[in-house]
């Protein structure tokens, strides 16, 4: 069966492979966040970030074996791989938003803002990079749970819109 066979088909097997994606990308925001505070945590997630379109590519590949006979044209991996995107940042974004909403109570924002102030006691800091740091921190201190999911979810929507045309290279494959 080709993936455009069955539209339903196509759309329900990005949306799976999508949740394993944001599930993916939520467990790297979360690794990221405990970061703050130990190191192995922070290049777990930064490893985990780099190596997102691979994940991503396993999962349109396992998909093109599994639902398309192994077969796939370029345009339907890069309708899938997109779609894919587009699932995995709608979950993601609904994770990030439970978790800044619920859970943190400021943490996050906290730990920036003090890393932020302790840069600014640097010796030697030029006072323009000082003012810049210090400007800095006025704009974290405003921003809500809401205004940072929706950054968020609109770059991963980007990246949405760049990473399947060199994604959909590789998981492409003609019928023998």
């Known amino acids: 069966m080709k993936a455009t066979e069955s539209r339903k088909g196509f759309y329900q097997g990005a949306m ?4 394993i ?14 970061g703050t505070s130990n190191i192995l945590l922070l ?17 349109a590949i396992k998909y ?3 639902e398309c006979n192994n077969a796939m044209t370029y345009m339907q991996a890069w309708g899938f791989v997109f779609y894919m995107y587009i699932f995995a940042s709608i979950f993601n974004a ?8 619920f859970i943190d109570g400021g943490a996050f924002f906290g730990s920036i803002q003090q890393m932020i102030a302790d840069s600014i006691n ?8 000082k003012q810049q740091l210090q400007s800095t921190t006025e704009m974290i201190s405003n ?7 929706w950054t968020i ?3 991963n929507i980007s990246n949405a819109c760049f990473l399947p045309f060199l994604i959909a290279i590789f998981v492409r494959k003609t019928a023998k």
């Open 64 to 66: 093109r074996k599994s």
């Open 153 to 155: 979810l609109n770059g």
């Open 21 to 34: 994606l944001g599930i993916a990308w939520s467990i790297m925001f979360l690794l990221l966040f405990m």
């Open 122 to 129: 640097t010796p030697g800091l030029p006072e323009v990079m």
């Open 94 to 101: 609904f994770v990030m938003f439970l978790y800044f909403k």
């Open 43 to 59: 290049l777990t997630s930064m490893l985990l970030y780099m190596g997102s379109p691979a994940i991503a590519a396993l999962l």
């Open 16 to 19: 799976r492979q999508g949740t």
């Open 143 to 149: 921003i809500s749970p809401t205004d940072f999911t």
